[in-house]
């Protein structure tokens, strides 16, 4: 069972920059998919960066461009690094991992997808 810890949200200005960290409890380089996701109040959540086992990325056309995805394999942590940040990005957000069972280079965004979730961190942009 992994267990999943955000951190890193906090309040910024719009064009600021924020890095999300989300650490694992266990290995997760070769057999998860890992992803980030996002609800803002009233709205439901929406997958915002995905990363295959295998390295491999997606991101939703929201944030394409301005956010980044990486993993450290050796620290078992999953980031996000945000930049240019708007007052649409205010959100909480969860940091998210699924078995990937051989699917090297499956990176979905739909949250069902996902079965281990993080308690996550807000994020809030102000104008």
């Known amino acids: 069972q992994v267990h999943l810890v955000e951190s890193g949200g906090g309040s910024v200005q719009a064009g600021g920059s924020l890095r999300l960290s989300c650490a694992a409890s266990?290995?997760?380089?070769?057999?998860?998919?890992m992803g980030w996701f996002r609800q803002a109040p009233g709205k439901e959540r929406e997958g915002v960066a995905h990363?295959?086992?295998?390295?491999?990325?997606h991101y939703a056309d929201s944030v394409k461009g301005r956010f980044i995805i990486s993993k450290d394999n050796a620290k078992n942590t999953l980031y996000l690094q945000m930049n240019s940040l708007k007052p649409d990005d205010t959100a909480m957000y969860y940091c998210?991992?699924?078995?990937?069972?051989?699917?090297?280079?499956?990176?979905?965004?739909?949250?069902?997808?996902?079965?281990?979730w993080g308690q996550g961190t807000q994020v809030t942009v102000s104008s």
């Open positions: 266990e290995y997760t380089d070769s057999t998860y998919y």
């Open positions: 990363i295959a086992s295998s390295g491999g990325t």
């Open positions: 998210a991992a699924a078995p990937a069972y051989g699917r090297v280079w499956y990176a979905p965004s739909a949250a069902s997808e996902y079965t281990h």
